[in-house]
């Protein structure tokens, strides 16, 4: 059975918007986003996998005293780390899809 060439021609786009979201992908994985928290006492890099990859601390802020503040500081600065990593995923995506929004709970493998 052949299909409709309506078909065929969605197939095919279908087939380069995968392409460039695993160009994408790769492309993502090399980019990182950082933050800083506590008036720059500590600085969080993430990457493009949501994932930190740095988080630098300055000296006096370690102090065993004040180990709640500096808690928070690291929970704050790597939760906004993870928001802009994932805040350039999507608009990276954005610019392959054209906006499309993918149906709740349908995630790009590798990407959220």
């Not at 078909?7 to 695993?22: P, V």
């Not at 890099?45 to 300055?58: D, Y």
Request: charged share 30%; net charge negative.
């Amino acid at each position: 059975m052949k299909l409709p060439p309506q078909f065929q021609q969605m197939m095919k786009e279908i087939q380069k918007m995968q392409k460039k979201l695993e160009e994408t992908q790769k492309q993502l994985e090399e980019k990182t986003v950082t933050v800083q928290v506590g008036g720059g006492m500590v600085t969080v890099t993430a990457n493009g996998k949501q994932e930190i990859i740095s988080i630098q601390i300055e000296k006096e802020l370690i102090n065993p005293e004040e180990k709640e503040m500096l808690e928070d500081l690291i929970i704050a600065g790597v939760n906004e780390a993870l928001k802009r990593a994932k805040e350039m995923v999507e608009e990276e995506l954005s610019k392959i899809t054209g906006g499309l929004k993918f149906p709740g709970g349908f995630n790009i493998p590798g990407l959220f």
